[in-house]
């Protein structure tokens, strides 16, 4: 496995974060149907958030200090209003299955102890099965699975709470 770090997001490297974020779009396109805007892009409508608001999280995802992908943390739970939330994950094609994207999923829920969640869209089952392995490993199988198909989401939510993990 090549050397793995989660870095935050500094102002200065938005616009990197922000091409990263066009190439998982890109991804989600054929899911979600999605299309680029008039400018050739897709957007992400709350990416500026990540610096004005508070209870928001960007990371990067270096592999040997190369931009691997990235995770974006925040604090708008769907079941539960007040916890840690996967909004976002990506690695890069190039780098998937070599461990990378579990190793840094651990190192973020190290650094945010509490309550979490982890949703997936229902089309997207790859994502389905790596956050049920990465969780089930993080956890020990100490996790919930919740199914929503409502206006709040459509897909799996894994539940879980590492705060006596640290102690």
Same mark, same amino acid.
């Given at each position: ?30 899911? $979600?149907?999605?299309?680029?805007? @008039? ?5 992400? #409508? &709350?990416?500026? *958030?990540?610096?004005? %608001? ?26 539960? $209003?007040?916890?840690?939330?996967? @909004? ?5 094609? #190039? &780098?998937?299955? *070599?461990?990378?994207? %579990? ?65």
């Amino acid at each position: 496995m090549k050397n793995v770090e989660v870095t935050s997001v500094e102002y200065k490297d938005k616009e990197v974060l922000r091409q990263l974020m066009e190439f998982y779009v890109y991804d989600f396109s054929e899911m $979600e149907d999605l299309d680029v805007n @008039a400018h050739g892009r897709f957007g992400y #409508k &709350y990416f500026d *958030h990540y610096w004005t %608001e508070a209870d928001r999280y960007p990371y990067f995802i270096l592999a040997d200090g190369k931009h691997a992908g990235f995770v974006l943390v925040n604090k708008h739970g769907i079941l539960k $209003e007040e916890c840690f939330s996967i @909004a976002e994950f990506f690695v890069m094609r #190039k &780098y998937r299955r *070599h461990g990378i994207g %579990e190793t840094a999923v651990r190192e973020v829920f190290d650094r945010h102890r509490g309550v979490w969640e982890v949703g997936e869209i229902k089309n997207n089952v790859g994502a389905q099965a790596f956050w049920r392995k990465v969780i089930h490993r993080y956890t020990d199988g100490h996790y919930q699975e919740h199914w929503l198909d409502d206006d709040r989401w459509h897909g799996p939510i894994q539940t879980f709470n590492n705060l006596k993990e640290a102690e």
